[in-house]
């Protein structure tokens, strides 16, 4: 009789023979995908033939490098289970930092627009955490759009989390913000060709790159955001840290207060922009 600790044992050793990075990790979580429970109470448990095949299937996908959240259509982010496919990013654990920022700088009763939704992580986490919030999330991808607002009805937001088909503010001429959200394409073109394999083959190039050395899309966003941002209210880049000198250059420019903020590895991910009036 084969258990499921047995079973993710085989599975981990499998994944480091691929090379995949937190093999231990991710085999409790594809031995929980085919079991259907939580690691800790299947451990001891006989694994069925469905259960091994359904385990085999993943094991396969995952050996060609295809990210497990793609796999089991599921990504988690600060306090939400999020539906993820190939046609949004995956989340990532920085952008937990960027949501802090916007509920930080957020007045009670705000307004929240988030600029390339893609999954609607930001969006939906907000929306989440402060019930109060008037929360709009735009993004140029239906594909990407139908992604979000399958979160949305998960989590019973669908009435609160306005979701519109937009290239940046173009969906939302006339109408300003408390805080304005902006995790934007910013990957060079240069750069994209040397992505790890896991992102370059798999994610969405659309929600990855930007021409003109990573900005294109940040320059845009910025040249209106005044249009768009509250007196008072508060903008949040997340980009490469090489950029950061020089979008907060263009928000100066453009009329705002700005202030580099660092990730959690110390590295300059964050631009936010105040708008003094």
Same mark, same amino acid.
């Given at each position: ?137 735009? !993004?140029?991808? /239906?594909? *990407?759009?139908? @992604? #979000?607002? =399958? $979160? ?110 660092? !990730?959690?590895? /110390?590295? *300059?991910?964050? @631009? #936010?922009? =105040? $708008?003094?009036?």
């Amino acid at each position: 009789m084969k258990t499921f600790s047995r079973l993710s044992s085989e599975i981990c050793a499998e994944l480091r023979a691929a090379d995949v990075a937190s093999p231990e990790a991710e085999a409790k979580f594809i031995a929980e995908a085919a079991g259907g429970k939580r690691f800790f109470q299947l451990m001891t448990e006989s694994v069925s033939p469905e259960a091994q095949a359904k385990a085999d299937a993943i094991v396969a996908r995952r050996r060609k490098k295809e990210p497990l959240q793609y796999i089991l259509e599921s990504a988690p982010f600060r306090e939400l289970d999020l539906y993820v496919t190939p046609d949004v990013l995956i989340p990532r654990p920085e952008t937990e930092m960027l949501v802090s920022f916007c509920l930080d700088a957020l007045p009670e009763n705000g307004t929240l627009l988030d600029l390339g939704t893609g999954s609607g992580a930001i969006a939906l986490s907000v929306g989440f955490e402060r019930r109060d919030a008037k929360v709009t999330a735009v !993004d140029i991808s /239906g594909n *990407a759009l139908a @992604v #979000a607002r =399958k $979160n949305a009805a998960k989590y019973a937001l669908t009435d609160r989390v306005e979701f519109l088909l937009s290239d940046l503010f173009s969906a939302v001429k006339g109408r300003r913000f408390d805080v304005i959200a902006a995790n934007l394409p910013y990957v060079t073109l240069e750069e994209y060709p040397t992505l790890d394999a896991e992102v370059r083959d798999f994610e969405p190039q659309l929600a990855l790159t930007s021409p003109d050395a990573g900005l294109q899309h940040i320059k845009r966003a910025v040249s209106h955001l005044k249009q768009h941002l509250n007196p008072g209210g508060e903008a949040f880049f997340e980009l490469s840290p090489p950029q950061a000198e020089t979008v907060a250059g263009l928000l100066s420019r453009a009329g705002f207060s700005s202030k580099i903020h660092p !990730d959690l590895t /110390g590295r *300059a991910r964050f @631009v #936010a922009a =105040k $708008n003094d009036g």
